[in-house]
């Protein structure tokens, strides 16, 4: 360790750190042996941002970890956030390279000298100290101490830190074994975390009691090279689904303390595939459970993403969702009646209610005058989901309130593209569609144009609008698309978009793909490009959903299928909270139709 006062021997201006030269330093560490709590937290707070930056850390917090440590011995106040400092920057779970070698080894050698930290009267010091003396580079000088922590702290939570720290330095599969029977729930918590995490799924049953029965309340203090216990129980369950499942509900029918029941219900639909119904049950039986508007609006979210794969919701979950449908709370009454709606139940259109665009766009049953009206008053977003949904035949019933979009310029993109499917417009649509076409905005300008060519069948405006952005244009491959609206109308595009054939951008590749195929109606150039992009990502999903629109299945790609259609885990995560269904039940869906 180094005092402050050998600051001044470092040249700290030929280090770096975050920010470039390191002169600030010395004054940060000066003002952590201060006894003014503020100016404390804002050195701190520096230090966090710079020689430790994001998980990164520089030459600077090589030789910052001396005097940071000897600030952690010596210091008055917040000692404990300096131990923790230097867990941060010892983290075992960064990639290696040898500035972030040093300054492990930096840390673990300070650990020994640390030691009588563990003797602080405060327990946040002592805890804090357990997860330095963990990385310490010579476990031998430090073992001894830990179990004497573990044996005779009066601290509960510290004595369940030491040991997870010994677990790290000396393990000992007999001790762990005797913590299960532990009479103190965050020692036996402890222990069946590191049991499990020597395990593989399905777990022992009296393992995953000990986490049903004591583990509602993790804690969430990093330990170096774990993560928090949080994370790690969330880790471990999500590995093994049916497990998880029970948990979930054990911990929401002990009132899902901290929204951890819920919160695991929802990672395990995330990553399985056929547990909706189950989750959803977990999460209905959480809703009476939830603190605040904002905490039950997010778990009726997650009932709305998965309910419309629950063959046949409860009758009584129905009632709830209908009554949270009236709520003040705008966020909760836009999740029930989205739910309401997914699960196929006509009173999201007459409850005393007026439905949310969102929840229209779904609906079942005759929405349309609810729809007619909810279009002049939803916000742009709300606007753009209920264009998004119309099909040309309702489209052609709203064509007064479609062109007053256009005419304001609200939810313009979708509106002039789902105008392009109507067999008749009259001279204002047209119009305002020529207007379009000379819009700032390139997305609506060429959208525009192909509509325009559909509806009146003069296609070199349109030819003229995008042969140009294929080239020079900001989202190339969000204008293919508008090109292969045009058919074999589209022909003079041709040569631009098979340079784009050989694109290094997967996007545009695959839209390029797409309209050569949709323009000259032969696959043989696209089916190989699309083949090549197959995979369980958002553009191999477009990829494949266009080989499934052609009509073709290559036959090396049939593994790839089979994986995609039978895996029992989620291969595609959720991009948006909008996403449902689940990209994953698209990818699915889309690889089972391609198998035939």
């Not at 209610?353 to 229209?360: I, N």
């Not at 290094?504 to 793909?513: G, N």
């Amino acid at each position: 360790m180094r005092p402050p006062e050998e600051l001044s021997s470092v040249d700290w201006s030929a280090l770096t750190h975050a920010y470039g030269g390191a002169d600030d330093v010395p004054d940060l560490v000066r003002a952590l042996y201060t006894e003014d709590e503020e100016q404390i937290e804002e050195a701190l707070y520096e230090l966090y941002g710079n020689v430790h930056h994001q998980g990164t850390v520089f030459p600077a917090t090589v030789e910052a970890v001396p005097f940071l440590a000897h600030a952690a011995l010596h210091a008055v106040l917040k000692r404990d956030e300096l131990l923790m400092l230097l867990v941060t920057m010892a983290d075992q779970t960064r990639p290696a390279d040898p500035v972030t070698e040093a300054v492990r080894a930096a840390v673990g050698a300070m650990a020994p000298g640390l030691l009588s930290c563990l003797e602080d009267a405060d327990p946040a010091v002592r805890r804090a100290a357990l997860r330095v003396a963990a990385v310490a580079t010579d476990p031998k000088a430090v073992a001894e101490r830990l179990n004497g922590v573990y044996v005779a702290d009066p601290d509960a939570d510290v004595r369940a830190d030491a040991l997870t720290a010994l677990a790290r330095v000396d393990p000992n599969e007999a001790r762990e074994a005797a913590a299960l029977g532990d009479g103190v729930p965050a020692i036996r918590l402890a222990a069946a975390l590191l049991r499990l995490e020597r395990s593989a799924p399905p777990y022992p049953a009296e393992l995953i009691d000990v986490v049903a029965a004591d583990g509602t309340e993790p804690s969430g203090e990093v330990f170096p090279g774990l993560g928090s216990q949080k994370h790690r129980l969330t880790t471990l369950l999500t590995a093994d689904v049916d497990a998880g499942l029970a948990v979930a509900a054990r911990w929401v029918a002990a009132g899902d303390p901290g929204g951890q029941g819920s919160w695991l219900a929802e990672h395990l639909a995330e990553a399985w595939r056929d547990h909706e119904e189950q989750v959803v049950a977990v999460l209905a039986d959480a809703l009476p459970h939830q603190r605040d508007a904002s905490t039950l609006g997010l778990r009726l979210e997650f009932i709305a993403r998965w309910i419309s794969g629950v063959p046949e919701v409860d009758a009584g979950l129905r009632e709830v969702l209908l009554g949270h449908a009236s709520s003040a709370e705008p966020r909760v009454a836009q999740a029930a009646q989205l739910a309401l709606a997914w699960c196929r139940d006509e009173r999201v259109l007459t409850g005393p209610f007026e439905p949310s665009a969102q929840a229209l766009a779904v609906a079942p049953g005759d929405a349309l005058p609810h729809v007619r009206k909810a279009l002049l008053a939803a916000d742009n977003s709300g606007a753009i989901a209920l264009v998004c949904a119309l099909d040309s035949r309702t489209a052609g019933q709203l064509l007064p309130e479609l062109t007053d979009l256009l005419r304001a310029r609200r939810a313009a993109i979708p509106v002039a593209r789902v105008l392009g499917m109507l067999d008749e417009v009259d001279r204002e649509v047209l119009r305002l569609l020529a207007e379009a076409m000379k819009s700032d905005n390139e997305m609506l300008r060429v959208t525009a144009a192909a509509s325009h060519a559909l509806l009146t069948g003069e296609m070199e405006p349109a030819i003229q609008v995008l042969e140009p952005l294929l080239t020079t244009g900001r989202q190339v491959a969000w204008y293919l698309p508008e090109a292969g609206r045009l058919g074999t109308a589209g022909a003079p595009l041709v040569p631009k978009i098979e340079e784009l054939l050989g694109s290094r951008d997967p996007w545009p590749r695959m839209a390029a793909a797409e309209a050569h195929w949709r323009i000259t109606g032969d696959p043989t150039c696209a089916v190989p490009v699309l083949t090549e992009l197959a995979e369980a990502s958002p553009v191999g999903l477009r990829a494949l959903e266009t080989l499934a629109a052609i009509g073709t299945t290559p036959t090396e790609l049939r593994p790839r299928l089979r994986h995609f259609a039978w895996s029992p885990t989620r291969l595609m995560k959720v991009g948006w909270p909008s996403d449902i269904p689940h990209p994953d039940e698209k990818l699915r869906a889309t690889a089972l139709r391609l198998l035939g």
